[in-house]
């Protein structure tokens, strides 16, 4: 086993222990922070609330791709003196070019606030102030896109683990604001403002490490900036945008689907049952946030490659099968805790979510591994192939089942058109890396 695939699978161990030790911390304070706002606003006004507060799972090609590349740059920048400068030259470009995404958001969210576009958008009506929560709720998420580049930079340096236990502090954070908005009697859309604000300030958190620890590594200069070459700076970037529309496609737009094609009960139970599954997806997510770096020291070896990517696979999946059945069986639990009482559902309700549980941690490995340019291009079709799937299913399953029909269309279409190809493919793209074709 080469030092780079044995690190790899030490440090998916460590994150997956720092995750799942602040697990059911997090897990507790996010069944707190959804109990406080349900309490405060009502099972239908929160269902609306989630529509803003969950802006980093809807738009997460908010980067345009950019995020991926930046970690593996910086997983690079040790080999020699032109990857330690190409990675210094790669982060700047990267925050130049998303602070121009941000200030493009802020001005979109503007737009909708003046127009009165976001009635339409949620199918709900707001008045006027949480109209404007709803803005600065947007330009907050905004003003974080640049700024996560930290968690990408921690990432490629080996520290997921920090990243990890950031998270949890992102939880105490966000349950710490909400308690301060119910305690000002707030019953409104201000309630978006704390699921924003906790991953701002972890990642200034991060920022702050950095500076003090990674400075002369990571620093971004002029002179490497004027020099790097710049078609390569961000080579594979394209694709990970189109993965990142997709993702969301897929992913979230059930969201909106159930918003428009069911009653605001439903949309609150749907948006319930997304808390509960988040919770146990950011365990496989984060902790296999690590193996990005590690396939990336693997990349001149495609057969350890393939062992690493088999171990973390049957690892993950195995993982997600436990978190499935805690699902299921406890999720109709945890919602009439949450709600109060107002929602209730049955455990075939969560069976959907344990479907694109485990389709989705099955996947994990096989996106970090491969991300040479034509291998994203390979996934981003996939991913595209899965968006729209899940939509077509989705608008078919929601009328017919009600709001669990979404669930149940973004598992089969991960399922169907990324695991089985992974499954299927993975052997013959990496071969073509020793054929010098990647």
């Known amino acids: 086993m080469t030092p780079a695939s044995d690190e790899g699978g030490r440090v998916l161990r460590r994150s997956l ?5 602040s697990a059911p911390f997090s897990a507790l304070l996010g069944v707190l922070n959804s109990a406080v706002i349900v309490a405060a606003t009502g099972s239908p006004m929160f269902g609306v609330i989630t529509l803003v507060s969950t802006l980093a799972q809807q738009l997460p090609f908010a980067d345009l791709g950019i995020g991926g590349i930046v970690t593996t740059a910086v997983a690079r920048h040790r080999l020699n003196a032109a990857s330690a400068n190409e990675a210094r030259a790669t982060v700047l470009r990267a925050v130049t070019i998303l602070n121009l995404v941000a200030t493009t958001l802020i001005l ?32 907050i998420f905004a003003v974080n896109i640049p700024i ?6 921690v990432t490629g340096l080996g520290k997921n683990e920090l990243v990890v236990a950031a998270n949890a502090v992102s939880s105490l954070v966000i349950l710490g604001v909400t308690a301060l908005f119910y305690a000002l009697g707030s019953s409104g859309m201000e309630f978006a403002l704390p699921a924003v604000l906790g991953p701002l300030v972890v990642n200034i958190g991060l920022f702050i490490y950095l500076a003090g620890k990674h400075r002369t590594a990571i620093r971004p200069r002029l002179s490497s900036f004027a020099h790097a070459a710049p078609r390569p700076l961000l080579s594979g970037a394209v694709w990970l945008l189109l993965i990142n529309i997709g993702l969301p496609l897929g992913l979230q737009s059930g969201r909106y689907i159930v918003a428009h094609g069911t009653g605001s009960e439903e949309l609150a139970a749907y948006a319930l049952a997304m808390q509960i599954y988040t919770a146990a997806w950011g365990i496989l997510a984060v902790a296999s946030s690590a193996l990005w770096s590690a396939f990336v020291g693997l990349r001149g070896d495609p057969a350890r490659t ?3 990517w088999r171990r973390s696979t049957a690892q993950l999946t195995s993982l997600a099968v436990l978190f499935a059945t805690a699902l299921v069986f406890g999720g109709p639990w945890v919602i009439g805790l949450i709600s109060g009482g107002q929602t209730s559902v049955d455990w075939r309700f969560f069976l959907g979510f344990a ?3 485990l389709a989705q941690a099955a996947h994990l490995p096989a996106g970090a591994a491969l991300t040479f340019p034509s291998e994203l291009r390979w996934q981003a079709g996939c991913v595209i192939a899965m968006g729209s799937a899940s939509v077509i299913l989705a608008f078919a399953l929601v009328p017919v089942v009600g709001s669990s029909g979404a669930a149940v269309a973004s598992g089969v279409s991960v399922l169907l058109c990324q695991f089985v190809p992974d499954t299927v493919w993975i052997k013959r793209l990496l071969k073509r890396r020793t054929e010098g074709n990647p």
Do not use: E, H, Y
């Not at 576009?117 to 330009?139: C, G, I, N, R, Y």
């Open 17 to 21: 222990i720092i995750r799942a030790g």
């Open 108 to 139: 979109l969210g503007i737009f909708a606030t003046l127009s009165g576009a976001w009635k339409w958008l949620f199918s709900f009506p707001l008045s006027p102030s949480d109209q404007w929560w709803t803005l600065l709720a947007v330009a």
């Open 148 to 153: 996560s580049l930290t968690s990408r930079v």
């Open 306 to 308: 393939l062992v690493l």
């Open 355 to 357: 479907v694109l549980l």
